[in-house]
């Protein structure tokens, strides 16, 4: 119980230089490509989707085997995501998001996954993808 204690505590700490918000939602979203069980041939790949937040996207992150790939931001009008989402919407939000990856895959099982970071800091996964290299 103690020691839980000091976990807590230590983490506190650790985000001390931002205050959190605790009415903060955390992000929304999903990756629209590629798809789970996509073969991912050599050279570039698309990968996209769409976020949002009540607080605005700050940031997409793209992890391939566990390993940051890149990042990058919403910037595609979703027009459908904004009417699913009538809470969150804001006129002239951008929610859509693409971009293009080489992954230099090697044959067999492979994942990609995707977070969405909102504007306070707040993060989620928003789509875990198994895909399979092709060589």
């Known amino acids: 119980m103690i020691l839980a204690a000091g976990l807590l505590v230590t983490a506190a700490v650790a985000c001390a230089d931002k205050p959190v918000d605790p009415n903060n939602e955390l992000p929304s979203g999903n990756v ?3 798809r789970a069980g996509d073969l991912l041939r ?3 790949t698309f990968v996209g989707g769409w976020a949002m937040d009540d607080s605005g996207v700050a940031a997409i992150r793209i992890y391939f085997d566990g ?3 890149a990042q990058t ?3 595609i009008p979703r ?3 904004a009417k699913a989402f009538p809470k969150y919407a804001r ?3 951008l ?3 693409n971009i293009q990856i080489d992954f230099a895959t090697t044959s067999g099982p492979h994942t990609i996954l995707v977070q969405a970071v909102d ?3 707040a993060t989620k996964d928003i789509g875990v993808v198994p895909v399979t290299g092709a060589r």
Do not use: L, N
């Open 119 to 121: 504007t306070s800091g």
């Open 67 to 69: 390993h940051f790939r």
């Open 32 to 34: 629209d490509t590629p």
């Open 91 to 93: 006129p002239g939000d």
């Open 42 to 44: 050599p050279g570039p």
């Open 73 to 75: 931001i919403p910037t």
């Open 79 to 81: 027009p459908d995501v």
């Open 95 to 97: 929610y859509g998001w």
